[in-house]
């Protein structure tokens, strides 16, 4: 069955340090791949997406994610955090199966310590 | 440009009540999603919308009914609340296709059912 899973439900890094989030996906076929950003009391937000092409793509906010076909990941990068990047992070990859879907994640939440 | 907005922002019901939650979009999308989210299980589909006066199932429809009356409404309704549909419910939209394009969320509604 198609999923996608997020292993770590919290990660905690501190403020400067460099930090990867994880995705791995179930999914015969070439997938289109999102990271969404939720901060608190909002709604979600599209860091990147990845549709084919480069593996590596940028996104907003320094945000960047890799694409690995053979280990089926799309983890999400960034070199430095910021206070200000706290919030869950969304996995998400859109599957056509006879019809289309986009599949979420469970979540990641990133808490920024001093 | 308030792009996607929610209406309301908390709601709480009783067992057998009904409610309409609103969505509205200013983007001109012709997709429009519900989603509910719960704790640990990610954004699951609900119903969505290709363009005005359709409408279809996702991934848990039962329960809720939507309509689509005009291009810029997105209408989800529940005739007889239970607590099993406790959760906080979002609205997305996009320009096209589910599977690849950027959806726009908006902020959510916390429904608490009794």
């Known amino acids: 069955a198609q999923s996608v899973t997020q292993p770590d439900i919290h990660i905690t890094v501190s403020e400067g340090a460099s930090l990867e989030l994880r995705c791995n996906y179930s999914y015969g076929a070439t997938p289109y791949l999102f990271w969404y950003v939720q901060s608190p009391g909002q709604g979600l937000q599209l860091l990147l997406k990845y549709f084919s092409g480069d593996t590596l793509v940028q996104g907003i906010k320094g945000f960047e994610a890799e694409f690995k076909r053979s280990q089926s990941s799309f983890n999400l990068r960034k070199p430095s955090v910021h206070w200000s990047d706290a919030a869950e992070y969304f996995c998400?990859?859109?599957?056509?199966?006879?019809?289309?879907?986009?599949?979420f994640g469970t979540g990641t939440r990133l808490l920024v310590s001093p | 440009n308030a792009g996607v907005t929610q209406t309301p922002k908390f709601r709480v019901l009783k067992t057998g009540q009904s409610m309409t939650l609103l969505c509205a979009q200013d983007m001109n999308h012709e997709y429009m999603y519900w989603y509910r989210q719960d704790p640990g299980m990610g954004l699951r589909l609900i119903h969505y919308s290709v363009g005005e006066g359709t409408t279809a199932k996702g991934e848990v429809p039962d329960g809720y009914n939507v309509s689509r009356l005009k291009k810029q409404n997105f209408l989800l309704g529940l005739e007889s609340a239970a607590p099993s549909q406790t959760s906080v419910y979002f609205c997305a939209s996009s320009s096209g296709q589910l599977v690849t394009d950027t959806q726009y969320f908006g902020p959510g509604t916390r429904l608490t059912v009794l």
């Open positions: 998400a990859v859109g599957m056509n199966t006879g019809f289309q879907k986009l599949v």
